[in-house]
Every structure is written in C-alpha cells, then in structure tokens.
C-alpha cells in the first residue's frame, strides 16, 4: 500500500485557495448567526436578517438600480465589443493599432482619474444632471474592452474556412454572421455578457462620482458599515449575492464547455 505525501508546493496550493476562499465562506455562516457582530462563538440559528433584507426599501432601490444598470450595461458593452472584434478579426482597418489600443486605454487608467474627468466632462462640458445614466455610460467605457478581448479570443479560434464555406454557397454576409459565426461565437457571446454585468454591478468608484441621489448598491452598501446595526443584513446580502453569483458561474461555464464541444 503506497502513501500519498504531501508535497510542498501542494500544501502552499491548498493553504493558498483556504486563505482565498475562507473569508467569502464565512459570510453565510454569520448571516444565519443571532448576533449583531461577525465573532465566534456562534449563538444561534436565524432568518431574521434575510427578513430585514427584503424589508429594508432602501437597500431594494438600490439593488434594482444596480441590476438595471448592470444589465444595460452588459448588452451594451457586449454589442460594443462584437462590433469591435468583427472589425479586428475579419477586416484590414487603416491604424489598426493606434484604434485597438485607444479602445483598450481604459484597462490602463486609474478608476479615480477615470472618475474625475468623466465628471469634469459631463459637468463643466456637456451641462448633464448626474443620474444613473452617466454611471452607465462611464461602466461600458470600462467594460468594452473586456468584452473586445473575451470576443476577439472566441473569433479566433474556431475554423473560419466554415464562414468562407457558406459565403461560396450563396449565403451574403450578414446571413454567413448569423447562421455561422453568431452560434460559434455564443459561448464568448455569453461570457461577455456575464463578466460585463459582474464589472458593472461591482464597480464602486465610478458610480461614486457620478451617480447623483440614485445610488448603486455597492455605495449604499459602503454608506451602511458605519452603523453596526446594519451589518447582519449586508451579511445576508453578501450571501444572497454569492449563491446567485456561483449558479450563474456554473451555468455560464457548462455553456462554455458545450460550445467548446462543438466547436471540436
């Protein structure tokens, strides 16, 4: 009978992922903990901050807000992007280069200088009111290049002699994109759409500046840590949020494998 040891690079690995993934696992437990602080030791089993979460209307409002604006923000940042990979892949643009690069400028720039001039802009050029949509306008800024990336990786990589099989058996180009490309390419299609929402519907800075009275929820979230009391109901949140989130992953990556399947 052989024993399996335990390597180092295997005990750095497992230490890595626990000091990782530990504190995001702790969340639901203190959510369900009758307690107002996040310690040990537990005392005792309750629902009462999922129950001041749905009540909470505030807090709602701002949920709503950050879900509309994520998902506009997503569709947006996605169509933006598959123009923008089309354009890269499929056809010779003059200054290629110089355009890819300013498309890509924001991955580069601090979120606070990004703030900034976005609210000098819209303020002191364009005379607009700060509402929830400058926040969406400045969040597809910085998730176009995302979704150009994640799309332009999908447009690669599947065999373009099959766009150029349909293209000689009469279909026009617009036909050969939405019988051929578009089902390759909506495995990435999806991806876009879920990392642009994730971006989105997480940002803090830029919503800070430039939302106005309509807050997003990860400033109302921010704003309720000074008070204590609010701290099992942003627990409940947090674990509300992680649960979705982690079912969305795993449907977005077995649609991921499925189409990589097809693709082979």
Same mark, same amino acid.
């Given at each position: ?30 959510? !369900? ?6 310690? !040990? ?15 909470? /209307? ?33 056809? /010779? ?60 990786? /999908? ?21 050969? !994109? ?41 400033? !109302? ?36 494998? /499925? ?6």
């Amino acid at each position: 009978m052989t024993r399996t040891r335990l390597d180092p690079l295997t005990l750095y690995g497992i230490l890595f992922i626990v000091f990782l993934y530990a504190p995001i696992l702790l969340l639901p437990m203190f959510s !369900f903990n009758d307690n107002t602080f996040a310690v !040990f030791p537990l005392k005792g089993f309750t629902i009462r901050a999922y129950e001041q979460m749905v009540a909470e /209307r505030p807090l709602m409002n701002a949920l709503k807000n950050s879900l509309i604006v994520a998902s506009v923000v997503s569709v947006m940042s996605t169509v933006f992007g598959l123009l923008a990979a089309m354009a890269a892949t499929r056809y /010779r643009l003059p200054g290629r280069g110089p355009v890819l690069g300013l498309i890509m400028l924001p991955l580069v720039i601090p979120s606070i200088i990004l703030a900034v001039a976005l609210l000098i802009i819209i303020r002191q050029f364009l005379d607009l009111e700060l509402t929830l949509w400058t926040v969406g306008a400045a969040h597809v800024l910085i998730c176009v290049p995302f979704s150009m990336l994640v799309l332009v990786s /999908r447009l690669e990589g599947f065999d373009r002699s099959l766009e150029e099989a349909s293209q000689d058996l009469g279909e026009n180009g617009w036909m050969t !994109f939405w019988r051929v490309t578009f089902p390759l390419m909506l495995p990435g299609v999806v991806s876009s759409l879920l990392m642009a929402f994730t971006i989105s519907f997480d940002e803090y800075v830029l919503a800070f500046f430039l939302s106005g009275i309509d807050q997003t929820l990860p400033i !109302f979230l921010y704003s309720q840590l000074r008070f204590p009391s609010k701290l099992p109901l942003t627990l409940a949140l947090g674990s509300s949020i992680l649960i979705v989130s982690t079912l969305v992953v795993v449907v977005s990556e077995l649609i991921r494998r /499925r189409g990589s399947a097809q693709t082979i």
